[in-house]
């Protein structure tokens, strides 16, 4: 099983529409979560990141994390051609432990439709 | 104020050549981290330093791969006779030493072993 999954996709919505983007891991010793942007020929760009469980909002993005199930979230509200882009999903340690590096999942495309 | 960038941005090499690849990361960031990004694949880890040390070369997929950091600022990563598999996206990235979880990425070094 990989540390990190997410669905490739592509996923193609149209403009508007509220985006859902999911991830599993496995490893329950995460405590960090975090989700980057990619443009096409771009680096990635930190979204946002939360720590432990919870909800965290930031404008039209909200990142969930279920600790329980493994299993975190982001959504985008009133989507724009502009969130054109690849989403990865990441995790990694905790405070107070010794360096371990952050998993990354393989990214969701995502299209965005006017 | 400046982000991190790495040079060369695109780099085209004939097999069993030598490329170095080089990242210049965000000033006052201690903690560098090496990635590759393969088509349609995630990021793979390559190799973590904490200031000139490299705690975690556990990433580095064979020992033609190398990388340093000097003055605990600009690192390069190595590939000594290059192979077609090595064709990837390099990404660098650097954050606060201890917060692995704010990672900023340059742009990427495209390299093309022909």
């Known amino acids: 099983q990989k540390e990190v999954e997410q669905d490739p996709g592509p996923l193609s919505v149209p403009e508007g529409a509220i985006v859902s983007l999911n991830c599993t891991y496995s490893?329950?010793?995460?405590?960090?979560f975090m989700w980057y942007r990619q443009y096409s020929r771009k680096g990635p760009e930190l979204l946002m990141y939360?720590?432990?469980?919870g909800n965290k909002e930031d404008g039209r993005f909200t990142a969930q994390v279920d600790k329980s199930s493994k299993y975190i979230s982001l959504f985008i509200r009133d989507s724009q051609p502009s969130d054109s882009a690849t989403y990865l999903c990441a995790i990694g340690p905790g405070p107070k432990t010794s360096y371990d590096k952050v998993i990354f999942g393989p990214g969701t495309s995502l299209s965005v439709i006017p | 104020g400046a982000g991190v960038s790495q040079s060369p941005s695109n780099k085209v090499t004939e097999k069993g050549k030598d490329v170095e690849l080089r990242c210049d990361p965000i000033s006052g960031h201690t903690a560098l981290y090496w990635y590759r990004q393969s088509l349609g694949q995630g990021l793979e880890f390559l190799i973590y330093?904490?200031?000139?040390?490299?705690?975690?070369k556990s990433g580095l997929p064979s020992d033609r791969f190398s990388a340093e950091r000097t003055g605990g600022s600009v690192s390069t990563l190595t590939i000594q006779r290059t192979q077609q598999e090595d064709s990837a996206v390099y990404l660098c990235a650097s954050s606060l030493v201890g917060q692995h979880y704010e990672q900023y990425f340059g742009p990427g070094t495209r390299l093309t072993v022909t």
């Open positions: 490893n329950s010793a995460f405590q960090y």
């Open positions: 939360t720590y432990s469980s």
């Open positions: 330093f904490q200031g000139n040390s490299a705690p975690d």
